[in-house]
Nanobody, 124 residues
Framework: QVQLVESGGGLVQAGDSLRLSCTTSGRTFGTLTMGWFRQAPGKERDLVVAISQSGINTYYADSVKGRFTISRDNAKNTVYLQMSRLEQEDTAVYYC?????????????????WGQGTQVTVSS
């Protein structure tokens, strides 16, 4: 079993930056593909970013390209989501997820473990 604990959410103004962290335990972190999803009220949970086990391959949703950066530190069992130039449309609960599947994983159905979520609210 893998446990994921997110931190770093909060209330910020449009244009600000925020960094989310997700620390895992229970399985070798380096064997997991990691992703960040978000879910706004009344909307589906969508993949925002993902990073492969090695960190070489990444995926970004079009809406966050150039503003968000995913990275991982396998020595610290932690994945980060650096968010810059935040917009009101980024307001959502952000979930960290881990997959045992090799390579980049896009579908939420292929993620095996989920964090409890952290709220990010961007005000105008």
């Amino acid at each position: 079993q893998v446990q994921l604990v997110e931190s770093g959410g909060g209330l910020v103004q449009a244009g600000d930056s925020l960094r989310l962290s997700c620390t895992t335990s229970g399985r070798t972190f380096g064997t997991l593909t990691m992703g960040w999803f978000r879910q706004a009220p009344g909307k589906e949970r969508d993949l925002v970013v993902a990073i492969s086990q090695s960190g070489i391959n990444t995926y970004y949703a079009d809406s966050v390209k150039g503003r968000f950066t995913i990275s991982r530190d396998n020595a610290k069992n932690t994945v980060y989501l650096q968010m810059s130039r935040l917009e009101q449309e980024d307001t959502a609960v952000y979930y960290c997820a881990a997959s045992r599947t090799l390579g980049l994983v896009i579908s939420p159905y292929n993620y095996n473990y989920w964090g409890q979520g952290t709220q990010v609210t961007v005000s105008s």
